[in-house]
């Protein structure tokens, strides 16, 4: 569990489901992490690459391990994630390291 959250990334996801309180699609939690790493808030189409690719990475880097383990679920066939319910998280806003 601890290798969790010695990772910016899982930290980060968590800390966007906890805040959203409910499922989220995959695309807007990979959306703010690229928000919260590049510090940009609009997604042009241009981006649409970049996010696609950081969503794949953020899938099988770190969402379906996370899933693995328990503190966190996905649904491919509507790419949602969330904190079940049996799963209590305590993490601060994403900062860079």
């Given at each position: 569990m601890?290798?969790?959250?010695s990772n910016w990334c899982r930290r980060?996801?968590?800390?966007y489901l906890k805040d959203h309180?409910?499922?989220a699609s995959l695309t807007a939690v990979t959306r703010q992490i690229i928000t919260w790493h590049r510090e940009f808030a609009e997604h042009?189409?241009?981006?649409?690459?970049a996010v696609e690719r950081t969503r794949s990475w953020l899938l099988y880097a770190h969402v379906l391990k996370m899933e693995d383990i328990g503190v966190l679920e996905y649904r491919p066939g509507t790419d949602t994630v969330w904190i079940p319910e049996d799963?209590?998280?305590s993490v601060t806003p994403p900062v860079e390291s």
């Open positions: 601890n290798d969790v959250f980060a996801i968590l800390y309180d409910g499922p042009s189409e241009r981006e649409a690459a799963v209590t998280v």
